[in-house]
């Protein structure tokens, strides 16, 4: 019925089968401004009311994928220096699969050099991801690695011997190079207000904020 607010007379005479009393009644009624702006504001906040209610999809990366250089050497350093678990291999095409923990969690795939996605003649770019661990997981991580003989490397990529904070997440966490020089990292998001000019050592941050 809104489009009849913008007829004119001889407009309004031609509705043809409508009554013409019940025409004239619905051009008068929505003729009035505030009833027409009152149901316009009434839709729009039931629409937006709508939308706030629909569920919301739960989105999050769940693979990750890397070119190598060599897939057996890159396939023993996920396995046994990252702790990543063998899901799945294919040598003759140049790919292993391999998820963080559990298949739920995630999943990394290695490309040897001419498969799909591993490097074409002459590329050798690094990449970097991090996974996700718990605080104590992260510490007793910092000691595995070191006793692997793993150099730890901080968010600027230059070497340390202590976990990095990054004051704005906030968040705690070290990097690592793979054989192929991509970075590695672990991080543990921490349950504490953010400091976004803070960035610095672990145990930088635990001085400025004592445990209560």
Not at 17 to 26: F, H, S, Y
Not at 32 to 51: K, M
Not at 150 to 172: C, F, H, N, Y
Request: net charge neutral; proline share 8%; hydrophobic share 45%.
């Amino acid at each position: 019925m809104l489009w009849l607010t913008g007829l004119d007379n001889p407009q309004r005479a031609a509705c043809g089968k409508l009554d013409r009393e019940n025409c004239g009644a619905a051009i008068a009624f929505l003729h009035q401004p505030f009833v027409v702006l009152g149901w316009y504001f009434v839709s729009t906040v039931r629409r937006h009311q709508d939308a706030l209610a629909a569920p919301k999809a739960m989105i999050s990366l769940y693979e990750t994928h890397l070119p190598v250089s060599e897939l057996a050497r890159s396939s023993a350093f996920y396995r046994d220096v990252v702790g990543l678990v063998p899901a799945f291999a294919q040598p003759h095409r140049g790919v292993a699969f391999f998820y963080f923990g559990a298949r739920e969690r995630g999943m990394l795939g290695l490309w040897a050099p001419g498969s799909p996605w591993g490097w074409k003649p002459g590329e050798t770019h690094r990449c970097h991801f991090a996974i996700a661990v718990t605080l104590p997981e992260l510490l007793a991580n910092v000691e595995r690695l070191k006793s692997l003989g793993i150099e730890l490397r901080g968010a600027d990529d230059q070497p340390v011997k202590e976990p990095s904070v990054i004051g704005w997440m906030p968040s705690t966490q070290i990097y690592f190079h793979d054989p192929d020089g991509h970075l590695v990292e672990f991080i543990s998001l921490l349950d504490e207000a953010p400091l976004p000019s803070f960035f610095g050592s672990l145990p930088a941050w635990r001085e400025q904020r004592p445990v209560q």
